[in-house]
């Protein structure tokens, strides 16, 4: 709850926010939770970035729970563009044969799982093509090998407890 209220805080102020929490710690779960909140809010549209299947599928059982009506842009899925949520894998609405969806679709948010992959040209290229959507990015290893850092990107970064911290509570 905690790391949720400062993202919603952080979104008063700015734009786009990195949060870190440990692996198996909740990342889908507080995002998902997230989402739920916003879609209260009429005509709000949210936009989920993976880039694997198996993230489709967690994050689309997790918004189930939360009985949030969602659409999946992943190949060899059937599309719902009208529904306000959108999972999407990164290599699909990329694709070139996709590029009508970016037109048709219009986030007011976008949610990035394991943004450590952010730089990545793929991502940046949905980031740019809507600039006046707040972003949020979750990644349990927010750093990259290269050492250079995501400022470029996000805004403000939201540390979580460590693994140790949420095995003692």
């Not at 198996?24 to 879609?39: E, P, R």
């Not at 048709?104 to 730089?119: L, N």
């Not at 949020?136 to 850092?149: E, F, H």
Request: cysteine-free.
């Amino acid at each position: 709850q905690e790391a949720k209220n400062k993202i919603f805080e952080i979104w008063k102020e700015r734009k786009s926010v990195m949060l870190q929490m440990p692996t198996g710690a909740g990342k889908t779960v507080l995002f998902s939770s997230v989402i739920n909140d916003i879609v209260k809010v009429p005509d709000s549209n949210i936009l989920i970035i993976v880039h694997r299947t198996e993230l489709v599928d967690q994050i689309d059982g997790h918004l189930q729970k939360y009985n949030v009506e969602h659409g999946i842009i992943a190949s060899n899925r059937p599309r719902n563009l009208e529904r306000n949520v959108q999972i999407a894998s990164i290599q699909t609405i990329t694709h070139k044969n996709n590029e009508h969806i970016t037109k048709e679709f219009t986030p007011d948010f976008i949610i990035v799982d394991e943004a450590h992959h952010i730089t990545a040209d793929s991502y940046q290229k949905i980031v740019n093509a809507f600039p006046n959507a707040k972003l949020l990015g979750v990644t349990a290893t927010p750093y990259r090998l290269s050492g250079l850092g995501f400022t470029e990107t996000f805004q403000s970064l939201i540390t979580s407890p460590s693994v140790l911290e949420f095995i003692n509570k």
